[in-house]
């Protein structure tokens, strides 16, 4: 079992930054691909980054390609979102995913354990 708990999130102004952390509980978090989502509301909960294992492998929607960067510190259990350059459309409570597998995916029906969300808000 993992258990995951998002932090980071908050109001920011259009051009801004914020950096999301993913704090894990378990033994085998290193097995795990993990992944960010986001939902803004009246919207489905959208992929927007994921990691392997070892880090060595990211992935990301287009529409954050260059302005997010994910990465995570198995030795400390953590995931990471730092976003820059963002947008009003970057506004949603973000969700930290874990798969159990090594291979992160971009479905949301590819993860096993979400935590319970932070809010990223972004004035223009």
């Known amino acids: 079992q993992v258990q995951l708990v998002e932090s980071g999130g908050g109001l920011v102004q259009a051009g801004g930054s914020l950096r999301l952390s993913c704090a894990a509980s378990?033994?085998?978090?290193?097995?795990?691909?993990m992944g960010w989502f986001r939902q803004a509301p009246g919207k489905e909960r959208d992929f927007v980054a994921a990691?392997?294992?070892?880090?060595?492998?990211?992935y990301y929607v287009d529409s954050v390609k260059g302005r997010f960067t994910i990465s995570r510190d198995n030795a400390k259990n953590m995931v990471n979102l730092q976003m820059n350059s963002l947008k009003p459309e970057d506004t949603a409570v973000y969700y930290c995913a874990g798969r159990r597998s090594m291979v992160p995916g971009r479905e949301l029906n590819e993860y096993d354990y979400w935590g319970q969300g932070t809010q990223v808000t972004v004035s223009s």
């Open positions: 378990g033994r085998t978090f290193s097995n795990y691909a």
């Open positions: 990691i392997s294992w070892s880090g060595r492998s990211t």
